[in-house]
């Protein structure tokens, strides 16, 4: 048995191999221009405390602090690194495409581009869309809430660990109608498996959004709202794609028409009680 999977192991291990080389590559470069970046990541918070400045009147205007010895190096370095995958990503992207394209047929071998390119694509849009539309009103609620009574003094790693995770939470967020076209493509899933996934998907969804955003209801109505978006659009990639052939709604329509018969004779015998 382990004969059969080593192949598989080794391609594996090549495949993260580049991967990973590609990564600390990018890390050099990004950690090269560091500073822009950080300038970059730090202005929804620099706008919230100008914010703070204009609504406060007893209470000073609020700082970025750091609370470590070497705190700006360490900074640098989630900086770095965080700039690194959004760099190293499409070369991510193939190494994945290229580990499961042995089991693919030849026209979705070809499909490399579009995967890589699109995967690109929607993750730079979710952190477009999170850097513009969501940290403002998240960062300008959570910041100046209470800024009249207490000075907020904003640690940066703490700030950087919380602005990549939102980033990083959106971003993978938007690939979600890339993923399904591809996995619609490869006969994994059809529309009927999504529409029938819905309901659970909304709760998956608002778990998510609450535990990616800040506390407030806001921001995470601000996520949950696309993602459902993003999961209907999904539904109608997958339907022109891969769609659930009329076997499967007919036996749908069946079994929910069994499930009626079993219903209505209860409700009538209770009635006639």
Same mark, same amino acid.
């Given at each position: 048995?382990?004969?059969?999977?080593?192949?598989? +192991?080794?391609? $594996?291990?090549?495949?993260?191999?580049?991967?990973?080389?590609?990564?600390?590559?990018?890390?050099?470069?990004?950690?090269?221009?560091?500073?822009?970046?950080?300038?970059?990541?730090?202005?929804?918070?620099?706008?919230?405390?100008?914010?703070?400045?204009?609504?406060?009147?007893?209470?000073?205007?609020?700082?970025?602090?750091?609370?470590?010895?070497? #705190?700006?190096?360490?900074?640098?370095?989630?900086?770095?690194?965080?700039?690194?995958?959004? #760099?190293? $990503?499409?070369?991510?992207?193939?190494?994945?495409?290229?580990?499961?394209?042995? #089991?693919?047929?030849?026209?979705?071998?070809?499909?490399?581009?579009?995967?890589?390119?699109?995967?690109?694509?929607?993750?730079?849009?979710? *952190?477009?869309?999170?850097?513009? *539309? *969501?940290?403002?009103?998240?960062?300008? &609620?959570?910041?100046?809430?209470?800024? &009249?009574?207490?000075?907020?003094?904003?640690?940066?790693?703490?700030? *950087?660990?919380?602005?990549?995770?939102?980033?990083?939470?959106? #971003?993978?967020?938007? @690939?979600?109608?890339?993923?399904?076209?591809?996995?619609?493509?490869?006969? +994994?899933?059809?529309?009927?498996?999504?529409? @029938?996934?819905?309901?659970?998907?909304?709760?998956?969804?608002?778990?998510?959004?609450?535990?990616?955003?800040?506390?407030?209801?806001?921001?995470?109505?601000?996520?949950?709202?696309?993602?459902?978006?993003?999961?209907? +659009?999904?539904?109608?990639?997958?339907?022109?794609?891969?769609?659930?052939?009329?076997?499967?709604?007919?036996?749908?329509?069946? @079994?929910?028409?069994?499930?009626?018969?079993?219903? +209505?004779?209860?409700?009538?015998?209770?009635?006639?009680?």
């Amino acid at each position: 048995m382990f004969d059969d999977i080593r192949p598989h +192991l080794v391609e $594996l291990r090549k495949r993260l191999g580049i991967s990973f080389a590609s990564l600390i590559v990018m890390f050099f470069v990004m950690f090269y221009f560091h500073e822009p970046i950080l300038n970059w990541m730090v202005e929804p918070l620099n706008q919230a405390l100008i914010e703070v400045g204009k609504k406060s009147v007893h209470a000073a205007d609020g700082m970025v602090t750091t609370s470590q010895v070497g #705190g700006a190096f360490f900074v640098a370095l989630k900086v770095s690194f965080f700039a690194a995958i959004m #760099g190293a $990503l499409p070369i991510i992207l193939s190494q994945i495409w290229a580990f499961i394209a042995p #089991g693919l047929y030849a026209n979705e071998k070809k499909m490399v581009i579009p995967f890589v390119v699109g995967g690109t694509t929607m993750f730079a849009v979710g *952190v477009l869309f999170a850097y513009y *539309v *969501v940290t403002p009103f998240g960062f300008n &609620f959570l910041i100046t809430f209470g800024s &009249f009574k207490f000075t907020p003094l904003i640690n940066i790693e703490d700030y *950087v660990g919380f602005f990549t995770k939102i980033m990083f939470g959106f #971003g993978l967020a938007f @690939e979600l109608p890339i993923f399904a076209y591809f996995l619609a493509l490869l006969g +994994l899933i059809n529309d009927r498996n999504m529409i @029938e996934f819905f309901k659970y998907a909304i709760v998956i969804i608002f778990i998510v959004a609450a535990l990616l955003t800040p506390p407030d209801v806001l921001t995470q109505l601000l996520m949950a709202g696309p993602l459902i978006i993003l999961y209907g +659009l999904s539904i109608l990639i997958v339907k022109v794609v891969n769609p659930a052939s009329q076997e499967e709604n007919d036996e749908e329509d069946d @079994e929910e028409e069994d499930e009626l018969a079993k219903v +209505l004779p209860l409700a009538s015998s209770d009635a006639d009680k």
